[in-house]
C-alpha cells in the first residue's frame, strides 16, 4: 500500500515530465556546493530530498527522495513517522518505522520500560516559552532527556539515511559538497530556529553548510517550479492557462501550510520571474492534523473513562501503536459528504482494561456512555457514524478557516485570489471542503504532491536563497540601552549616574518596526554603541521584542527579552565605538559589528538559548 498519493481540488496542479526544460529555460545555482540535501523534521513524519547541482541548473523540479519506507502491514511510505527509540543509556536504537516496531516488540514481552520512546515531539519547540540549552521533554513514559540531545539523534540518523543514498548514486561525493538545508515552520520564533541550528550541529553538521528554510516559502517555491499542464476550476476547464496561473508576475497568493503539528500561514506576491515578497508577517498556530488525533482519543476516553485509557495505553503499548498507525491511515479517508458508519478496529485488550477496572465489558461501557444509540460494539470492532467522525476535524478546520478570514480582512492580503493549500494534512477531504466552502471566490490550488511540497521545495531552496527578495517583520526588535536622560522627557524611575553622566535606563533602542519590509540580504539598522566603562571588552545587550510598532522602554507592555547581543570591544577608553548591523530580512536573525576606528570586523553573537 503506497501512501503517496494526494488529492485532486478545486484547482489541481500537475507536473509535466516533458514540459520541464521548455518551462525552467536555464537557471543558475547560487550554493557552492555540489549537492544540495534537505531535512523535512516534522511533527508526525520526517524525511528527505536531495538534487545534484547539475540538475537543478538543467531541471529544477528533478529531486530525488527516498520513498520506500516501511511501516506495519506491509505500508510503504514517502516519509516515515518521527519517533525514536533509545535504549536506556540514551543510545541510539531505531527512527520511525521501524522504532514503532521495535517499541511494540519490546513491549510484547514487557521490556519496553527501560527505553526513551519519543513521539510527535517536535511542537514542544513551539510550546515551550522559555527555551534553553539545558530545555528537557518527556519521551511516552514521562521519562526525561535533553531536548537538544533527542533533536540531534533523530537530525543525525536522516542525514546518515541521506548520506547512504547519495553514495549510491554519487559514490565519489564527500561531506563536504554537500550543502544541508533544515526545514522549520515560519511561525517559530528566533530561539527555536536557534536550537534546530544547534540541535545540528551537535548531529555533526558544520554550520557555514546549513541553511535555515521557513515551511511555507519553501512550498511556495517548488509550487512555482511546477508547469501548469492542466487546471480545473470549480469542474469546468479552462483553456487559458495562464489567466489563472498563481505564479504570474503581479499574482498574490496566500500559502497555507497545513502539517501534522501546525498551520503555518504567509502570504506572497510574484515581484518577478522566479522572485517573492512576502506581504503578510508568517502566522498560525496549533491547529494540524494532530488534533484530530487527539479528539480521537478523547472519543475513546470518553467511553471508557480516562482512568481506563491511561492504563491501556501504558500497559498494551503493542495495541496503543497499532491503534495509532490504524487511525493515521483512517483519518485520512473520512469524505464530507458520505453517509453511513465507518469500522474501526478496536483492541481486545482495551475491552480487558475496561473490565479489569470497571468490572463491565464494553457493550456495557457503551450503553452507559454519551454514544449510547450512536456507536454499535461488536466483535471487537465499533462503528462509528461518519457525522460523529466528521466531528473531530471541527478545531483543525474551524481554526484554520477562521484564521484565513482574518487574515484576508488586512489590507496587506487584498487583492490575493489563489490560496495554495500544502503540507501533509492538506490532503484531508475534510479540510479541503472546509477551505472551499469558506472561499467560494477564492481558487484552492493543491499542488501534486502537496505532502512533499515542502521538502521538495527545501531543496530549491537552498539552490537559489534569494528567489525570496523580503519579508516582513512580525514585531519590533530592539535593545536595552542607557541614553543621555532628558529631564521632561524620561521618567525620573529611570533615572541613573555613572560618575558625572546622567543616563536613562531601560530604553528600547529599536532596530526593526513591527510590519517593516526587510529586504533579504540588506542591514535593517546600523547603530553606534560605546562602552559605559574604560576597561570593558565586550558590550553585552538585552534582545527584546515588542507587538508594540514603537515601544519606548522595554518595560513597556508587551515587550519580553528573547535573549542577547555579545560585541567584542577592542583596546580601551569609552570613546571606543562599534558600528552594529542587524540583519532581519533572511531566515534567521544576524549580526555585524565593525570597529569605528579601523574598520575592522568585531566579531558579535545573538544568543536566544540563555
Known amino acids: 500500500m503506497k501512501q503517496c498519493n494526494q488529492y485532486h481540488m478545486q484547482v489541481y496542479v500537475k507536473r509535466m515530465a516533458g514540459a520541464r526544460a521548455h518551462a525552467h529555460g536555464s537557471i543558475k545555482s547560487k550554493s557552492k556546493k555540489l549537492v544540495v540535501a534537505a531535512i523535512d523534521f516534522g511533527t508526525t513524519f520526517s524525511g528527505y530530498a536531495w538534487a545534484l547541482k547539475h540538475d537543478f541548473e538543467t531541471d529544477p523540479p528533478k529531486i530525488s527522495t527516498f520513498t520506500n519506507w516501511v511501516g506495519g502491514g506491509n505500508l510503504i511510505s514517502c516519509k516515515t513517522p518521527t519517533v525514536l527509540l533509545l535504549n536506556e543509556k540514551q543510545e541510539f536504537e531505531a527512527f520511525g518505522f521501524a522504532a514503532e516496531d ?79 538545508v533544515l526545514t522549520v515552520p515560519a511561525i517559530w520564533n528566533d530561539s527555536s530556529k536557534q536550537f534546530m541550528r544547534e540541535a545540528a550541529k551537535a548531529a555533526g553538521l558544520k554550520m557555514d553548510a546549513l541553511t535555515i528554510a521557513l515551511e511555507p516559502e519553501a512550498a511556495s517555491l517548488f509550487c512555482m517550479h511546477l508547469p501548469i499542464e492542466n487546471l480545473v476550476v470549480s469542474g469546468a476547464k479552462q483553456t487559458d492557462v495562464q489567466q489563472f496561473s498563481p505564479f504570474s508576475v503581479g499574482q498574490r497568493y496566500m500559502v497555507v501550510d497545513v502539517g501534522g503539528g501546525t498551520v503555518d500561514i504567509t502570504v506572497h506576491e510574484v515581484v518577478a520571474k522566479g522572485k517573492l515578497k512576502e506581504l503578510n508577517h508568517a502566522s498560525g498556530g496549533a491547529w494540524g492534523g494532530t488534533r484530530v488525533d487527539a479528539a480521537f482519543e478523547e472519543f475513546l476516553q470518553k467511553i471508557v473513562g480516562k482512568d481506563v485509557f491511561e492504563q491501556f495505553k501504558s500497559t498494551y503499548v503493542e495495541d496503543w501503536v497499532e491503534l495509532q498507525r490504524q487511525f493515521e491511515l483512517k483519518k485520512r479517508s473520512i469524505e464530507p459528504d458520505k453517509v453511513g458508519k465507518e469500522t474501526l478496529q478496536v483492541p481486545v485488550s482495551l475491552s480487558e482494561a475496561y473490565k479489569a477496572i470497571k468490572n463491565a465489558d ?18 471487537g470492532k465499533i462503528r462509528v457514524p461518519r457525522d460523529i467522525m466528521r466531528e473531530w476535524y471541527k478545531e483543525s478546520c474551524e481554526n484554520t478557516v477562521k484564521h484565513v478570514k482574518d487574515l484576508f480582512k488586512q489590507d496587506s492580503c487584498k487583492g490575493t485570489a489563489n490560496i495554495l ?24 490550488v493543491v499542488p501534486e504532491e502537496a505532502g512533499l511540497a515542502v521538502l521538495k521545495g527545501a531543496v530549491l531552496y537552498g539552490h537559489d536563497p534569494i528567489t525570496i527578495t523580503s519579508r516582513v517583520a512580525k514585531c519590533s526588535y530592539g535593545i536595552r540601552v542607557y541614553r543621555d536622560f532628558v529631564q521632561g522627557t524620561h521618567p525620573n524611575e529611570k533615572k541613573e549616574k555613572f560618575g558625572d553622566r546622567v543616563k536613562c535606563k531601560d530604553v528600547f533602542a529599536k532596530h526593526v518596526t513591527k510590519g517593516q519590509e526587510l529586504v533579504v540580504g540588506e542591514p535593517q539598522s546600523k547603530q553606534r554603541y560605546t562602552p559605559l566603562e574604560a576597561d570593558q571588552l565586550s558590550l553585552v545587550f538585552d534582545v527584546y521584542i515588542s507587538l508594540d510598532p514603537d515601544p519606548k522602554f522595554v518595560t513597556d507592555e508587551g515587550c519580553s527579552q528573547i535573549g542577547k547581543l555579545e560585541v567584542e570591544v577592542p583596546d580601551s577608553g569609552k570613546d571606543r565605538g562599534v558600528w552594529v548591523n542587524m540583519i532581519f530580512g533572511g531566515t534567521e536573525v544576524t549580526v555585524e559589528a565593525t570597529e569605528e576606528k579601523t574598520g575592522k570586523k568585531s566579531k558579535a553573537t545573538f544568543d536566544f538559548l540563555q
Not at 464494553?362 to 466483535?379: D, N, R
Not at 493549500?421 to 477531504?429: A, D, K, M, Q, Y
Open 421 to 444: 493549500l500544502v503540507g501533509g494534512f492538506s490532503e484531508s477531504h475534510m479540510l479541503q471542503r472546509a477551505l472551499t466552502e469558506a472561499f467560494p471566490d477564492k481558487r484552492i
Open 102 to 180: 521495535k517499541y511494540s516488540e519490546l513491549a510484547a514481552d514487557e521490556d519496553h520500560k527501560k527505553y526513551f520512546y519519543f513521539r510527535r515531539f517536535k511542537m514542544r519547540l513551539y510550546q515551550q516559552k522559555n527555551l534553553k540549552r539545558d530545555t528537557v521533554i518527556e519521551d511516552e513514559q514521562n521519562k526525561k532527556m535533553n531536548a537538544i540531545k533527542v533533536f540531534s539523534i533523530c537530525i543525525k540518523f536522516l542525514v546518515d539515511h541521506c548520506l547512504t543514498l547519495i553514495r549510491l548514486r554519487v559514490s565519489e561525493i564527500k561531506e563536504s559538497d554537500i550543502e544541508w
Open 362 to 379: 464494553m457493550q456495557t461501557a457503551i450503553e452507559k456512555g454519551p454514544y449510547a444509540g450512536k456507536i454499535a460494539y461488536t466483535a
